[in-house]
Structures are given as C-alpha cells and as structure tokens.
C-alpha cells in the first residue's frame, strides 16, 4: 500500500461491526483481502463489544495504548514499516483467541496528485495461539 497508482489494490475497507460509529472516525480503515474473510468472523471469535473497541481504537487513536488491550510495537522484521510515512507495525490482542497487526499512516495517497487520508491498514488477523 505504497500509492504507487497500481491498479492491484489489495486493501478494501474494514466497516465497524455492528453497524456505524457514534463519532466520525479519524482514520479510513483497511483490512489486506487476504483477512477479509477473518474480519467478516470477527465478532463470531471474538464478540461484539471486543470486535467495536478494536475498530473504534483504530480508527480514533491507532498509536496510543488502548486502555483495555495490550498493544506493542513489533521488533525487527515484523514490525518495519511497509512504507514512507507508515508506523511501525502493532500487535494488537484483542481477547486471549485473537491477535490483530496493522500499520497506520498520517498522510497516505492513493497517487503523488492524490489527496492524502489518515488510515490504518489491517495487516494480519491471527485466531490461534502465538
């Protein structure tokens, strides 16, 4: 997800579970295709309430610590950015059945004319164990 103007887009958006958030959201947020099919089981692995604090978390404040669940900055390998402009990646568990990785950009653009938007990308949606 570099914006390089590719036609392959692997990113489509991640909607809230359980229907449209109170507040405005800050960041778009993406979900790789490849756990498209893990983000449409979320709230069956992990429950509503758990599911709608993950998204409403990244979609408000992906940098900061979530008050509810651990987060941490990956190390090495796993955690470099995907791109220019992109953080490192966090890991994200969102009950003891779920693990959520993602990145987020300040000023991603789809092209280099491109408007910039605030994103956060789902990067890996893990139900097992570590």
Same mark, same amino acid.
């Given at each position: 997800m570099t914006g390089s103007g590719s =036609?392959?887009?692997p990113y489509t958006p991640a909607r809230r579970p359980g229907g449209r958030p109170e507040a405005r959201p800050?960041?778009?947020?993406?979900v790789h295709r490849k756990f498209? &099919? +893990?983000? $449409?089981q979320l709230v069956a692995n992990v429950g509503l309430k758990a =599911?709608?604090?993950? #998204?409403? +978390?990244?979609?408000?404040?992906?940098g900061e610590s979530d008050p509810i669940a651990s987060t941490c900055f990956l190390r090495g390998k796993a955690g470099k950015p995907q791109g220019? &402009? #992109?953080?490192?990646?966090? +890991? @994200? $568990?969102?009950? &003891? =059945? &779920?693990?959520?990785?993602?990145? @987020?950009?300040?000023s991603y653009k789809t092209s280099s004319d491109g408007d $910039? +938007?605030?994103?956060? =990308?789902i990067l890996t949606i893990n139900y097992g164990s570590h």
């Open positions: =036609a392959y887009r800050v960041y778009r947020v993406l498209l &099919g +893990h983000w $449409e =599911a709608q604090q993950f #998204w409403d +978390h990244v979609s408000r404040t992906p220019e &402009g #992109w953080s490192r990646t966090v +890991h @994200y $568990e969102i009950s &003891g =059945a &779920g693990r959520i990785d993602y990145q @987020y950009s300040d $910039e +938007h605030r994103v956060v =990308a």
